[in-house]
């Protein structure tokens, strides 16, 4: 069983920035892929951002690319979300998971385990 638990989530401006982190902890785990997906009210969740465990490289939703960076710390089983430029569409719950998955996959039935979520509030 993999636990995953976020946290950097509040309430920010328009234009300003916010740094989610998610730690990865369990007996074991083995994943491919972590990443951040989100949620917002009315609205189906949708992927925002993977990475490849391995190597470390990053995928995008169009939304957000340029404005957005995922990294990781393998050292502390970490990825982190920075998010920059945020805008009020931004808001929403944020969840990290993972992925046992051979490709990346942004369809969340092919990620495994999931975190509890941490709110993203972007004002006007």
């Known amino acids: 069983q993999v636990q995953l638990v976020e946290s950097g989530g509040g309430l920010v401006q328009a234009g300003g920035s916010l740094r989610l982190s998610c730690a990865a902890s369990g007996r074991t785990f083995r994943f491919n892929y972590m990443g951040w997906f989100r949620q917002a009210p009315g609205k189906e969740r949708e992927f925002v951002a993977g990475?490849?465990?391995?190597?470390?490289?990053?995928y995008y939703v169009d939304s957000v690319k340029g404005r957005f960076t995922i990294s990781r710390d393998n050292t502390k089983n970490t990825v982190f979300l920075q998010m920059n430029s945020l805008e009020p569409e931004d808001t929403a719950l944020y969840y990290c998971a993972t992925s046992n998955s051979l490709g990346l996959n942004s369809t969340t039935s092919r990620w495994n385990y999931w975190g509890q979520g941490t709110q993203v509030t972007v004002s006007s």
């Open positions: 990475l490849t465990w391995s190597s470390g490289s990053p």
